[in-house]
């Protein structure tokens, strides 16, 4: 068996100082093992080291491992980065990212500064960036408190993930475990993802993705989406989760879709053998999917729409006005091929399956099956949506309402 030619980064001036100068370092060690015609592999000992934000980037000439060993830290501050994320890994083939070691993003001051809910000019980096990545691995490593997502893929094929460990407290804002998006045959298998936001999200354009025997909590559950955001947003086909333990997250399984945007399809999603431990809304399919309130015009569309229904004897300016807001309103993003199977555990809420389909386009197909959820909580009555009546919608706010309508048709 060939011998892999080994590319130490402190051989090449790196140190615990910093390992990201150009001309030592990580970036001289990689450069010349992405130049190899040989397998290669580029090693962090043991140790802690300090890295600037990198792009590792390929094509290379022959298969590369990186075998991190030691801890390596970001800087603290998010105002040195540049781009939107720490590490970025561009056009490799047959990638090995291994070794024990650890990816510590230092978010502590990121969250506390994190704002993004009100501001749309935050920024704050991912900790890494695989984008156009295939044939490849991740496995042995921890990622520690990142500043925002943990790791995002990116245009990638085939590629896995085994015994990935991602670590940072349910405090810690917008630090999704894994995201995946516009990418194909994803496997995240045999892996701990204990963070802030979800374990595992699907963006648009995700297809064929398995995830097996993964351990999620705290968190916000295993999701797909949020879709129907923003323009020309590709297909999410074929997404499997089984044999999966989720405990003390907001969310279990979830599918969720912006109200009122734009189209989609979401099909072929399969969750199944799942153990629930003391989560909120296990099961769930939310078509009406907004938060920090963004969608305060929908919400507002929604309250006219139902005032409508109780105040038909208005002029027909205001009920074409209505009937022409009331019809944007849905989700746009068609759901079909849905299955839940054997899911057991115990909810921290009284409504353990809840699917709140689009009603321009209802979900298509959905099945649940052998669901055994025991309510685990304070004994209160169960929430309901509560009847449309003039006692839930005053008058005052209804008057308001209208009032701001009119006021905006020309």
Not at 323 to 345: E, R, T, Y
Request: aromatic share 8%.
């Amino acid at each position: 068996m060939e011998s892999q030619a080994v590319f130490d980064v402190t051989k090449y001036g790196g140190s615990s100082d910093d390992i990201t100068q150009k001309k030592k370092g990580l970036m001289s060690a990689w450069e010349e093992a992405c130049a190899s015609t040989t397998s290669s592999q580029v090693l962090i000992p043991k140790g802690t080291f300090t890295l600037k934000e990198v792009e590792i980037k390929g094509p290379c000439k022959a298969p590369v491992q990186i075998n991190l060993q030691g801890t390596v830290k970001a800087p603290i501050d998010s105002k040195l980065f540049k781009t939107d994320a720490w590490i970025s890994i561009n056009y490799v083939n047959q990638l090995t990212v291994s070794g024990g070691g650890t990816l510590d993003g230092q978010g502590h001051v990121a969250w506390s500064q994190n704002d993004c809910h009100k501001n749309s000019q935050c920024k704050f980096p991912a900790s890494v960036r695989f984008n156009f990545v295939t044939n490849s691995t991740v496995t042995d490593v921890t990622s520690l408190d990142s500043k925002n997502f943990h790791v995002t893929i990116l245009g990638c094929n085939n590629f896995t993930f085994q015994h990935f460990t991602i670590k940072a407290p349910d405090s810690s804002i917008n630090t999704d475990g894994i995201h995946i998006g516009r990418s194909t045959n994803i496997f995240i298998l045999d892996t701990t993802i204990q963070t802030g936001d979800d374990c595992i999200s699907l963006g648009d354009g995700s297809q064929q993705v398995t995830v097996e025997r993964v351990t999620c909590g705290p968190g916000h559950g295993i999701s797909v989406g949020s879709l129907g955001k923003y323009d020309e947003e590709e297909p999410v086909i074929g997404f499997t989760v089984k044999n999966c333990t989720i405990t003390g997250t907001d969310n279990g399984v979830r599918i969720k879709t912006w109200p009122a945007a734009k189209p989609g399809v979401a099909s072929d999603m399969h969750f199944e053998d799942i153990i629930m431990e003391n989560v909120s809304n296990p099961i769930l399919i939310d078509q009406e999917y907004c938060p920090f309130s963004l969608c305060a015009s929908m919400l507002s569309v929604k309250t006219i729409c139902q005032a409508f229904t109780l105040f038909k004897q208005h002029t027909d300016k205001i009920e074409l006005a209505f009937s022409h807001l009331c019809l944007q309103a849905p989700s746009k993003v068609q759901i079909g091929n849905v299955s839940f199977n054997n899911i057991v555990g115990t909810s921290a809420t009284q409504v353990a399956v809840k699917l709140t389909c689009s009603a321009a386009f209802p979900c298509k197909d959905v099945h649940v099956g052998n669901v055994d959820l025991t309510y685990k909580g304070p004994k209160v009555p169960p929430s309901a949506s509560a009847p449309m009546s003039s006692q839930n919608f005053p008058a005052s706010r209804i008057h308001q309402c209208v009032l701001k309508l009119l006021s905006s048709i020309k």
